[in-house]
C-alpha cells in the first residue's frame, strides 16, 4: 500500500487550468482517469488527510503510484479526452456501468441491395437502421411477425436468399405472402427498397400515414365490393392497430427524447434509460455500477451519457433528454452531445406534466433494478468467495488465490498443436486477458512437452517485464531471478529480436515498448496466484518443472483431471479430492472447461484456415484480387503449374516479374494427396481425368472420416 504524500506533486507543478488526470499503480497501470475544471483544485482533495476522503476513494489513492495530467483548453475537451482514455483504459477505479447483456435492436439493413430486417446485437454498423432496443429478442420477433403482412420486406438470411435465386422457388415466408421474395425477382430491388423505407417510416413513429391510407383502400374497396381485398387490408389495419399497441404514446406532440433516472446508495447505483421516439416508449435498457469514489447524482449522469452517445452521432442523440440531476457544469456536456447530433439538444429536468410522470415511472424501474442486483449480486459474492477460499484450504495456500490462470493443450492427432490461457479473476472470467499460442519447439504430439513451452514462454515474458520495469524483489537482481528477454528457451531456441515470437491470429506481444508507458493493459505483466493445467500428475510436473526453470516460487500449480475430477499437485502421488458439491470445484471446473473452449476453438480455426490455404498464398505481393483472377484464368492450381511464364503473363494485371515468382512458387511446391471418397473407397478424377486433391495446402492431404469422426479425434 502506497502513501500518497511519496508520489504527491510539489506545490505549483499544478497548473490551474482545465484537464485531465491519470492515476497509475506500480505496474503503470492507469486505475483512475478524471476532468477538472481546475487541475490544481481538483488533484488537491486527492492528498489530503486519508482519514477524511471517502472508503474507495482512500483506496484508490492508496493503490496509485504516480499521478500525471494534460492541459486541455476547454471543459468540452476535457470531457472528450476523459471519454477516451476511459474507453482505452478501461480504469478499474473508475464509473462503469455493467450491462450484464447486449440489449437486442431490431435492425434493418439499408446499406444491402435488398434491405433485410433482422434482430441485431453488438456494435452499430455504417447504413444499417435501428430500433429499439428491446429487453428480449422475442418482442422485436413479435413485432416484425405482424408487421410483415403490411410491409412483407426480406427477412432471409443470405445463404438461403442466394438458394432461393439459385432454385428459382422462395421460402415458406414467400409463399403465405409475408415476403414480397425478391429473391425471384417478384419485385424490383427499387420496389423493395421502397417497401423497407415504409417498414422504417412505420417503426420510427410515422403511423397516422400508413392507417389513413390502409383505411381509405379498405373503404373504396368494399365500395367496389372487392370484400375479399377489403378483408386483407382489414386485417393489416389489426396488425399495424396491434403493433402499435406494443408501445403506447406515453408523451404527446410526437416527442423524441431519453429519459434518463438513477437509484442508488452508498455502494452502488443503477441507471434506467427509456428511449421515446415518436411519442412512444421504444426501447429500455439499464445499468448498475459501483461508486468508486463520492460522487454526486449529476456526476453519475454526466457518466451515463458519456456511455449512451459516446459512439453515436446524428439522430442518434435525441434533441431532448430528461435527466434527475445536471452535471456540473451542464454547459460542457450540453455544447458535447450537440456537436455529436449536428443539431441543438435540450439537457434538463423535468418538472411537471406527463414528462414528470413518466420520469417517475423510470424511477422506479431504476429502483427495482437496483433492488434486483443487490438480492443476485449478494448470492453471487457470497458464493465465489467461499469458492475462492475452498480452494486456498485444499491446496494450502497462504490466500485465496484472485487471480487463476488455466491452461489447455488442443490438436488433432498431432496437427494444429495450440494452447490457450484464459484469466479468472475474483471468480470471474476476464476475457480480454485470454491469450492463444501456437506450439513452436517442435513438430508432433507430446501434451506434457507442450505445456512446459507454454508456461516458459508466458512467465519468460513476465519475467522480461520485471526486468525492464525495475520491478524486481528486494535483494534480487535481474541475474538471479532466471531468464530473461534474450534467453534460450527450453527447446534451444532463441528468437531473433529476443522476444517471444507472437502467434498467428491474435497476437501475444505488442511489440519492445509493448506500450506500457501509456497505461494499456500489457500482454503478460501480471502474475497469478493460482496456475491450473487441463491434466493429471505428467502435465503438472511440466508445469511446475516449467516455473521452477525461471527462478519462480511464489506461484501456486495444480492440474485437473477429468476423468474423476482429481486435483493434483506437484511431487504428490496422490491426488486432492474435492467434494462434488464443493463450490471450490465448480469453479475449477468452469476454468477448465473456458480454457478446453477456447484452445479448441482456435484449433479448429487453424485447421480450416490451413485446408483452405492455397500455394499461391506463399507468393510475396500476390494479393487476393490477382490470385482469383489467375485461378478464374487457369481453371485450377495445377493447370497454373503447368503454364509457361508466358502464358501467366497474359492474365490482365499480371506482370512478368510475378509471373515468374509464381511459376517459381508453384515449382517448389509439392502437389497434395488425391482425395478419396470416403464412403466408396475411391479416388476421385477431376475433370481432366487426373485424380482430384481436396487440399490447397502441399503436401497435407485432408484428414479421412466423417466430420463426426474427426470431431472424435480432436483433443
Known sequence: MADPSSYRPRPGEIPDSPGVYRFRDEHRRVIYVGKAKSLRQRLANYFQDLANLHPRTRTMVTTAASVEW???????????????????????????????????????????????????????????????????????????????????VRTCSAGVFKNAARTGRPCLLGYIGKCSAPCVERISPEDHRELA??????????????????????????????????????????????????????????????????????????????????????????????????????????????????????????????????????????????????????????????????????????????????????????????????????????????????????????????????????????KSEYRRFQIKGFAGQDDVRSMHEVITRRFRRYLAEKERTGEWADGQDADTAGPGVGDVASDGRVPADGRVVPDDGEALVDGPALKDDDGRPKRFAYPPQLVVVDGGQPQVAAAQRALDELGIDDIAVCGLAKRLEEVWLPGDDDPVVLPRTSEGLYLLQRVRDEAHRFAITYQRVKRAKRFRSS????????????????????????????????????????????????????????????????ATGEIMEDEDGAPETTTDAPGEPVTAGTPDERRGQER
Request: hydrophobic share 40%; aromatic share 6%.
Open 197 to 430: 423505407e415504409e417498414f422504417c417510416d412505420f417503426m420510427a413513429g410515422r403511423t397516422g400515414t400508413y392507417l389513413r391510407r390502409l383505411e381509405r383502400q379498405m373503404a373504396d374497396a368494399a365500395e367496389e365490393m372487392e370484400y375479399e381485398r377489403a378483408a386483407r387490408l382489414r386485417d393489416d389495419i389489426g396488425a399495424l392497430k396491434k403493433a402499435m399497441e406494443k408501445s403506447a404514446v406515453v408523451l404527446a406532440d410526437a416527442t423524441d427524447a431519453d429519459l434518463i433516472a438513477v437509484a442508488e446508495d452508498e455502494l452502488e447505483a443503477a441507471v434506467q434509460i427509456f428511449h421515446v421516439r415518436g411519442g412512444r416508449v421504444r426501447g429500455q435498457r439499464g445499468w448498475v455500477t459501483d461508486k468508486v469514489e463520492e460522487i454526486t447524482t449529476g456526476a453519475l449522469v454526466e457518466h451515463a451519457l458519456q456511455q449512451l452517445y459516446g459512439e453515436e452521432t446524428g439522430d442518434a442523440v435525441p434533441k431532448e433528454v430528461l435527466v434527475p440531476a445536471l452535471p456540473d457544469p451542464v454547459e460542457p456536456v450540453q455544447q458535447w452531445m450537440t456537436e455529436r447530433r449536428g443539431s441543438g439538444v435540450s439537457l434538463r429536468i423535468p418538472q411537471r406534466g406527463d414528462k414528470k410522470a413518466l420520469m417517475a415511472t423510470v424511477e422506479r424501474n431504476a429502483q427495482q433494478a437496483l433492488v434486483l442486483h443487490k438480492t443476485k449480486r449478494a448470492s453471487d459474492l457470497t458464493t465465489r468467495s467461499r469458492a475462492l477460499e475452498e480452494i486456498a484450504e485444499a491446496l494450502d495456500l497462504d490466500s485465496a488465490p484472485l487471480r487463476i490462470e488455466c491452461y489447455d493443450i488442443s490438436h488433432l492427432q498431432g496437427d494444429d498443436v495450440v494452447a490457450s490461457m484464459v484469466v479468472f479473476e475474483d471468480g470471474l472470467a476476464r
Open 70 to 152: 494534460t492541459v486541455v483548453s476547454t471543459e468540452v475537451e476535457a470531457l472528450q479526452l476523459e471519454y477516451s482514455w476511459i474507453k482505452e483504459f478501461d480504469p478499474r477505479f473508475n464509473v462503469k456501468y455493467r450491462d450484464d447483456k447486449s440489449y437486442p435492436y431490431l435492425a434493418v439493413t439499408m446499406n444491402e441491395e435488398f434491405p433485410r430486417v433482422q434482430v441485431m446485437r453488438g456494435h452499430k454498423k455504417k447504413g444499417v437502421r435501428y430500433f429499439g432496443p428491446y429487453g428480449h429478442a422475442w418482442a422485436i420477433r413479435d413485432t416484425v411477425d405482424l408487421l410483415l403482412r403490411v410491409f412483407p
Open 615 to 678: 500455394p499461391l498464398d506463399d507468393v510475396p505481393g500476390l494479393g487476393e484480387t490477382r490470385k482469383q483472377a489467375l485461378i478464374k484464368h487457369f481453371g485450377s492450381v495445377k493447370k497454373l503449374r503447368a503454364a509457361t511464364i508466358d502464358q501467366i503473363c497474359e492474365v490482365p494485371g499480371i506482370g512478368r516479374k510475378t509471373a515468374e515468382t509464381v511459376a517459381v512458387a508453384l515449382a517448389r511446391a509439392t502437389p497434395a494427396a488425391p482425395a478419396v471418397n470416403t
